[in-house]
C-alpha cells in the first residue's frame, strides 16, 4: 500500500493544493488499494470507481483552471449505504431495498459534491441500521481490519472499517444509538456524532427519526471538526434542522486546551458489564486530561442505568412506523401474489431480515392499545427526565467522559441472544436520547491488541468544546505512543 493513502484528508488537501498528486492519481491509489483488500474485509456494497475516476478528472480540471470548488475539492469520501444518492444504489443492508435506485441526494450528499468530494462507494451496513456489529446487513458481514476474525462494530461497520483500512481517509455513517461511536471504537478510527439537528437528514432513510443522526469517521480530530463544517448547517428540507451558529471558526478552534474545563466522569458507566482493561484505558485518559489542566468531577446520572430499555422501547416503536412503507407498493421488492394482502405480507416477510422484524413486532406492541402507556409513554417520560437531568449536570460540567463500549470488538457470531447484542450500546443510547453531540476516539489497546474507545459528550451544539477536548487528548496520547 501506498504511504500516502494513510494521510488524514486534512494532509492530503495540502498535497493536491501543492501539486504533489491529482486527484485522479490519489482516486485510482485508492481503488487500486481497495481492490486488493476488499475481498477480506468487505467493507463496501457498492464500488463507484468509472464515477470517481470522471469526478477526479473534473476536479483536476477545476484545479487546473485554478477554479477549485473548496479546499477539499478531490478528496475522496465513502457513504453507509443508508444515505441517498442519486443514480447510486441504495439498499440500506436490505434485501427490501436491494436494487432501490434514489432519484436524488440526501443533503448531506449534496453538500459532500458542492464541495468537490469524490463518492468511492456506499457501505455495508447491519439491516437498515438496526445492530452493533454489521452482522445483519443481508449481503455479508464485514471484517474488522485490526482483526479479521472480529466485528467491526455496527450498524456503521463498513463505514469504519473502510476508514480503518485505509480504503478511503473518512467516511459518513448514521448514528440512532451509538452505530458511529461504537464501530468507531471497535475499529480504532474517530467517531463523531453531532448535536441532533445540526445535520440535515433529508435522505437519509429513517430508523428511529428522533434519534437518527448523520455522523463520520475519521483518522484524525480535525478531520472531523472539518466535516462538521462542510455538512452542518440548516436544509429547509428537514423539520427537525437548526440553525447552527459560529461554525466558520471551527475547524481553528480545536486547537485549544482544556485547562479551566470541568469534566465529569460518569459513574454509572463504570459498572460491572465494563472490561476492566477498557476501565484502565478510559481513567488512564482522565488522568492524562487531568494532567493537562482539566477539572475532573465524578458525576451521577442514577437515569444512565436504564437509558437502555428506554432507547429500545423508543427506537424500536419510531422503526415500527418508519418500516410501514415498505410494503411492496412505494419503494424496492415487491414479491407478486394473488391479492393486494397477501402481497404486503409476502413482500415483507422475504424483503426484511429477522432482526429488522424482532424490531418491528416489538415497537407494534408498545405502541400497542392495551401497551401505549405501560411502555411508551413511560419511556418518552423518562426520555424527558433524562433530558432534565443532563441540562442540570451541564450546569455543572463542560464535558463528560464514558466508555465507548463495554468492551472492545468480539468475534463473529459471539452475541446470539439479541439483548447481548444490545447490551452494546450501553454508553452511547443515552446521548442519542438526549440529542447531545459526543465524539469517540481511541485511547488504547486490549491484551489482544484490540483498539479501545473513549466517548466524550458535550452540551447541545456545543461541538466547538467537545472538539477541542477531544484534539487535546488525541495529542496526549500521540505524544505517549511517539515515547
Ligand atoms: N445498535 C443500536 C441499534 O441496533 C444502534 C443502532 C444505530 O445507531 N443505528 O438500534
Known amino acids: 500500500m501506498d504511504k500516502i493513502l494513510t494521510n488524514t484528508a486534512t494532509e492530503l488537501s495540502k498535497k493536491l493544493e501543492s501539486g504533489e498528486i491529482t486527484s485522479v492519481q490519489l482516486v485510482a ?26 469526478d477526479a478528472q473534473a476536479s483536476d480540471q477545476r484545479r487546473k483552471e485554478g477554479k477549485p470548488l473548496s479546499k477539499w475539492d478531490g478528496i475522496p469520501i465513502a457513504l453507509k449505504d443508508n444515505l441517498s444518492t442519486k443514480g447510486v444504489k441504495t439498499t440500506c443492508g436490505s434485501l427490501m431495498l436491494e436494487n432501490y435506485i434514489p432519484p436524488y441526494d440526501a443533503t448531506v450528499v449534496e453538500r459532500l459534491k458542492n464541495n468537490g468530494l469524490i463518492i468511492l462507494g456506499k457501505t455495508n451496513m447491519d439491516e437498515f441500521a438496526m445492530g452493533s456489529s454489521t452482522e445483519s446487513s443481508a449481503f455479508y458481514p464485514t471484517r474488522n481490519p485490526k482483526n479479521i476474525s472480529k466485528v467491526p462494530g455496527g450498524s456503521s461497520g463498513g463505514s469504519a ?31 463523531l456524532k453531532p448535536t441532533y439537528g445540526s445535520v440535515s437528514r433529508y435522505g437519509v432513510v429513517s430508523y428511529a427519526s428522533s434519534l437518527d443522526q448523520v455522523g463520520w469517521f475519521t483518522r484524525s480530530v480535525g478531520d472531523a471538526a472539518a466535516l462538521f463544517q462542510l455538512i452542518s448547517g440548516y436544509d429547509p428540507k428537514d423539520s427537525t434542522s437548526v ?20 469534566i465529569g466522569v460518569i459513574k454509572e458507566c463504570f459498572g460491572e458489564e ?27 446520572l442514577p437515569f444512565a442505568d436504564i437509558a437502555i430499555e428506554t432507547y429500545y422501547i423508543i427506537s424500536t416503536a419510531e422503526a415500527s412506523s418508519n418500516l410501514a412503507r415498505f410494503d411492496g407498493v412505494r419503494y424496492g421488492l415487491r414479491v407478486p401474489a394473488e391479492d393486494v394482502v397477501s402481497m404486503f405480507t409476502k413482500t415483507r416477510s422475504q424483503g426484511f431480515g429477522e432482526e429488522v422484524k424482532r424490531r418491528i413486532i416489538l415497537g407494534t406492541h408498545v405502541l400497542s392499545a392495551g401497551n401505549y402507556d405501560k411502555y411508551y409513554r413511560k419511556a418518552q417520560k423518562i ?33 446470539q441472544d439479541p439483548l447481548h447484542m444490545y ?17 469517540s476516539l481511541p485511547c488504547g489497546l486490549d491484551k489482544e491488541s ?24 488525541e495529542n496526549l496520547l500521540d505524544q505517549e505512543v511517539e515515547m
Request: hydrophobic residues 40%; proline residues 4%.
Open 450 to 473: 484490540m483498539p479501545i474507545g473513549l466517548q466524550i459528550i458535550g452540551k447541545h451544539f456545543d461541538e466547538k468544546t467537545l472538539l477541542q477536548a477531544a484534539h487535546t487528548l
Open 29 to 54: 491509489k485508492y481503488l487500486e488499494h481497495i481492490e486488493e483488500i476488499e475481498p477480506t474485509i468487505k467493507a463496501f456494497i457498492t464500488i463507484t470507481k468509472e464515477q470517481a475516476l470522471r
Open 243 to 262: 440553525k447552527v451558529e459560529d461554525i466558520s471558526s471551527l475547524e481553528s478552534s480545536v486547537t485549544g486546551g482544556v485547562e479551566g474545563l470541568t
Open 423 to 439: 447490551i452494546t450500546d450501553i454508553y452511547t443510547v443515552i446521548v442519542n436520547l438526549i440529542g447531545a453531540p459526543a465524539i
Open 161 to 191: 472499517a473502510c476508514v480503518a483500512a485505509y480504503e478511503v481517509p473518512w467516511a459518513l455513517g448514521t448514528d440512532t444509538g451509538g452505530s458511529v461511536r461504537g464501530p468507531a471504537s471497535f475499529c480504532g478510527v474517530i467517531g
Open 383 to 415: 426520555r424527558t427526565a433524562m433530558k432534565k437531568e443532563f441540562t442540570k449536570v451541564f450546569e455543572q460540567v463542560d464535558l463528560l467522559i464514558t466508555p465507548t463500549t463495554p468492551t472492545t470488538a468480539f468475534g463473529f457470531g459471539e452475541k
Open 274 to 300: 465494563l472490561n476492566p482493561q477498557v476501565c484502565r484505558s478510559v481513567r488512564a485518559s482522565v488522568e492524562k486530561l487531568k494532567e493537562a489542566g482539566a477539572n475532573i468531577v465524578e458525576i451521577s
